[in-house]
């Protein structure tokens, strides 16, 4: 049976605090990298650190499994913006994918409170460029009465307003539902949860997009992910990948992760 790839995402979020760190964790990651060919490594690091990392990676062969990502964008093109970072110049420097709707960035205050519609008009900018969006949905709670998969339908519906059918199998959706999201997370998501959850993903987009368009869009987990649940999320959660917060910054733990994916 043919396989597709997984993808294993590593979210620093604003971590290491110095370049020296950050380089250094990034070698340890580069060692357990070397020999794999199932999966590809998406290193996410504050935006400050990604050109150092692109010249690391700049034609070496032996790194080609290595991607670098950003965790947030401008959806405005360029111009009088203070502080933001354009996918332009994401681009120019050599990143390839996007973390875009993070639920710290959703937060208010400190994620600024970024709703759907932004996280739309993000999307399509960094489609524009070519670049591969990693939306990130999730519920706060589950409620008994099932509504937080309304809650679900809608961001996604939101979320993806006006994407054009020939992109959609571009983006990676990652379900990260809050309440299993670090330190204090309730509990990891068991692989059924996240198996319904993603047939039910799979079945919004299928209407949305009809269900040829939509065969190859990887829907992957986040929220505690560690060495010792990818498996079954593998195997009975039928994942195509992680999205890794605290275990990515652990280059042992982060390289057990990607040894389970490839065996
Ligand atoms: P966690 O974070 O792995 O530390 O739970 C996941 C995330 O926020 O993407």
Redesign the pocket.
Same mark, same amino acid.
């Given at each position: 049976m043919f396989m597709s790839k997984k993808i294993i995402i590593g979210?620093w979020?604003m971590n290491p605090s110095s370049l020296m760190q950050a380089e250094d964790l990034f070698k340890s990651i580069q060692k357990n990298i070397f020999s794999k060919i199932k999966t590809d490594i998406i290193i996410c690091p504050p935006n400050i650190y990604l050109p150092s990392f692109a010249k690391t990676l700049a034609g070496k062969e032996k790194l080609k499994k290595i991607f670098l990502g950003a965790q947030n964008v401008s959806y405005e093109e360029k111009g009088a913006y203070t502080g933001e970072i354009s996918v332009e110049m994401l681009k120019d420097i050599g990143v390839k994918y996007v973390i875009i709707g993070? #639920?710290?960035r959703r937060s208010p205050p400190t994620g600024g409170g970024e709703n759907n519609s932004d996280i739309n008009k993000k999307i399509k900018m960094v489609l524009s460029f070519n670049l591969i969006p990693i939306l990130?949905i999730g519920e706060k709670e589950r409620d008994k009465s099932h509504e937080y998969l309304n809650f679900i339908k809608k961001q996604i519906e939101e979320c993806l307003k006006n994407v054009a059918k020939s992109f959609i199998s571009k983006i990676i959706i990652a379900y990260?539902p809050i309440w299993?999201?670090?330190?204090a997370?309730v509990r990891e998501a068991s692989p059924e949860e996240f198996r319904e959850m993603s047939i039910f993903i799979r079945k919004i987009l299928s209407d949305k997009f009809g269900a040829k368009s939509i065969k190859k869009i990887k829907i992957i987990y986040?929220? #505690?992910?560690n060495s010792r649940n990818v498996s079954d999320f593998l195997k009975e959660g039928g994942a195509d990948g992680f999205?890794?917060?605290?275990?990515s910054l652990d280059p042992k733990k982060f390289g057990e992760i990607i040894e389970v994916c490839e065996a």
């Open positions: 979210n979020k993070h #639920s710290e990130c990260e299993a999201i670090g330190k997370s986040g929220g #505690s992910v999205l890794v917060g605290r275990n």
